[in-house]
Nanobody, 133 residues
Framework: QLVESGGGSVQSGGSLRLSCVQS??????????LAWFRQAPGKEREGVAA???????SYMDFAKGRFTISQDNDAKTLYLEMNSLKPEDTDMYYC???????????????????????????WGQGTQVTISS
């Protein structure tokens, strides 16, 4: 299970740090994928950032230079540091995990596309981020 926290309401230009904690089984596979997505009501779920088990990272263009994805050493907690926030960043943010995606570039590609819930094995419940101008 994944549980997100850290969302909230800040003014434009502010910062937030989202966390995603895995409860239950720790990732033990050699090719896991952890990622952040966001979704507005009535819109598709789009990638924000992803990190694979080798530590490789990818970002959607809007996140580059402003957002930073990271994980703790045992990969039980995933973070998304968001700086220079804009009103258009207002969304529900979700973390997702796939414990054994098989390696290759699949994980990093997810951060740069629209995804479906079935694309990942586990999702958090979401945390709301609201940015006021």
């Amino acid at each position: 299970q994944l549980v997100e926290s850290g969302g909230g309401s800040v003014q434009s230009g502010g910062s937030l740090r989202l966390s995603c904690v895995q409860s239950g089984h720790q990732l033990q596979y050699t090719s896991f994928c952890l990622a952040w997505f966001r979704q507005a009501p009535g819109k598709e779920r789009e990638g924000v950032a992803a990190i694979d088990s080798d530590g490789n990272i990818s970002y959607m263009d809007f996140a580059k230079g402003r957002f930073t994805i990271s994980q703790d050493n045992d990969a039980k907690t995933l973070y998304l540091e968001m700086n220079s926030l804009k009103p258009e960043d207002t969304d529900m943010y979700y973390c997702a995990a796939d414990p054994d995606y098989g390696g290759g570039s699949w994980c990093l590609r997810q951060a740069r596309k629209v995804v479906q819930k079935e694309d990942f094995a586990a999702w958090g419940q979401g945390t709301q981020v609201t940015i006021s101008s």
